[in-house]
């Protein structure tokens, strides 16, 4: 007879930096309500949702590809400005005089 599969579960919580929520699988649950996770051993989380593993799996996964595109979009404006910048202030150069 075999042994029955354990479901495991994958928890979000609140987070300072964009997407201003993270993720983890759950390791473990106190009896507070706060959860222990892969990768933050040690560290209580009081989790926003809890979900299904292959669930949570999906939406960290779309949450990490909406972190990326957002860096890629800072990025692209910060070049654009820098440009802007050197325009008006052709002058300007770094300590070892490269130009900005």
Known sequence: MSKPTRQRF????????????EGAPLLHMHERGQVECEGYAGFLQHPLKIVVL???RRLHAQLKSLKCQRE???????????????????????????PC
């Open 54 to 56: 292959a669930e949570g």
């Open 10 to 21: 994958y928890c979000f919580w609140r987070s300072d930096e964009f997407p201003f929520v």
């Open 72 to 98: 890629h979009q800072l990025n692209e404006i910060d070049v654009k400005y820098a440009g802007l910048v050197a325009d008006v202030t052709p002058w300007r150069t770094t300590l070892d005089g490269a």
